[in-house]
């Protein structure tokens, strides 16, 4: 999964993953055998953060949050979503409110480069972490 996350953010991010899996859960979607997708939610202010979520599609995306998002029903959820994502506009279907857009920003160089068939990073784990 932490190599997913790295293809898909194109930045090393263990630590980050290792710090939201032992604060939270994720959900993994698998294909044929492949890694097609993941997500992860945590406790986070008066609810929960659902994020990052990383996919080869945005109908994984939308899949993965959906199933985080289900489980919390009738509870405080939060999504950052990435521009251009159809999430944005299943979240306002859902009656959530659209409080602001979010920008992905990365201290220093990128490890590597997104492969246009690769994994895409559609929710962030939140403004502060990207």
Not at 1 to 21: G, K, T, V
Not at 66 to 93: I, N
């Amino acid at each position: 999964m932490a190599a997913f996350d790295r293809q898909a953010a194109c930045d090393n991010r263990l630590q980050l993953m290792e710090w939201l899996l032992a604060r939270g859960e994720g959900r993994i979607l698998f294909s044929g055998g492949d890694l097609q997708g993941c997500a992860m939610v945590r406790r986070f202010g008066l609810g929960h953060q659902i994020g990052p979520a990383v996919a080869r599609h945005e109908d994984h995306a939308l899949a993965l949050v959906k199933a985080l998002s289900h489980d919390l029903y009738g509870k405080f959820q939060r999504l950052d979503v990435v521009r251009d994502s159809r999430l944005d506009d299943w979240a306002l279907q859902q009656g959530v409110l659209h409080v602001a857009s979010v920008t992905r920003m990365v201290l220093g160089p990128a490890v590597g480069s997104r492969p246009a068939d690769g994994p895409r990073l559609h929710a962030l784990a939140s403004q502060a972490l990207g």
